[in-house]
Structures are given as C-alpha cells and as structure tokens.
C-alpha cells in the first residue's frame, strides 16, 4: 500500500487545481447541501418534534395585524428577503415575554444569489402585549437604509 500525504501549505500542481476546479462545478451543480436543506422553514418543526405545541404563521401580508397567544405557543413570521442586496429582516428591540428561538434563510431555489425566505421564530413566555416589529435593513448604513417594516401585535395570555 502506498499512501502519499500532502501538506496544505505546498504549492498546488496545474493538475490539482483542475481537480479542485471540477470538485467545486460538481458541488455547485449539485444543488444545495443537505446541512443547507434543513435550514428552511421545515427546522423549526422539527425543533418541537413529538411535542404539542400551537403555532401561528404571519406572513409579509399580515403586518399590522394583532395575534392572540398562549404562553408556551409559537409565533413564526416569514417574510421575504435577499440577503445578496445587502438587505436583511432584524428584529428591534426584544423583551421576555415574546422571546426570539431561531432565525433562519430558506433560498428559494438552488443558484446563488436568489432571494429567499427569511422565518423568525418565537416563543410566548410569559402574559403581556408585545409590540413586534422587524426591518428590512442594511445594518451597517443604520436607520436611514431601513426600506420595510413589519408590525404586529402579539397579546399573550396566561395558559
């Protein structure tokens, strides 16, 4: 058996590069990752797998909009975004009542620099009204690049 160990910081041959080269067309060819397919949406099911918990869906559409909670259930807001425009949804501000999971990115299709789903996950902690609202925004422009805002009111009742 003959085994060849190479080190990383030795040149690359013009042979490995082609190799390294057809390694990386075949990667991006295939489509996204398996790791890359459990961040969609579909991960935040999974999160609660063999529990019984209530969740409600808002969308871009619903904002503005009052939510009615019990304390343990979910809240999941989806709205879209493209995050290669520098442009990503944030959450302002934050208490304990309506506690922020999990953020996640779902590209909408396998090329790259496509938009895509952006899904916040929260969890109702305690009883209170929660005013939440998220921007669309490039963070480090600050105030004056946000270009949406989603609102919602989520009114939280004990169990």
């Known amino acids: 058996m003959n085994i060849t160990k190479h080190s990383l910081a030795a040149p690359l041959r013009a042979s490995s590069w082609r190799w390294l080269g057809m390694l990386l067309c075949a990667a991006l060819a295939s489509g996204p990752s398996s790791a890359a397919a459990e961040t969609g949406p579909g991960k935040f099911a999974e999160m609660t797998k063999g529990h019984s918990v209530t ?31 520098g442009f990503a949804w944030t959450r302002e501000g934050g208490n304990d009542a309506l506690v922020e999971q999990d ?18 996950l929260f969890m109702a902690e305690k009883a209170g009204v929660v005013q939440l609202r998220l921007r669309l925004w490039r963070a480090w422009e600050g105030d004056s690049s946000i270009v949406e805002v989603f609102t919602a009111t989520a009114r939280i009742h004990a169990k």
């Open 55 to 85: 969740e409600t869906i808002l969308t871009r559409t619903d904002s503005g909009s009052t939510v009615d909670l019990r304390v343990g259930e979910r809240l999941l807001v989806r709205l879209d975004e493209s995050p290669t425009t």
């Open 103 to 120: 953020s996640d990115f779902a590209p909408a299709s396998a090329g790259l620099g496509g938009g895509g789903l952006r899904s916040f």
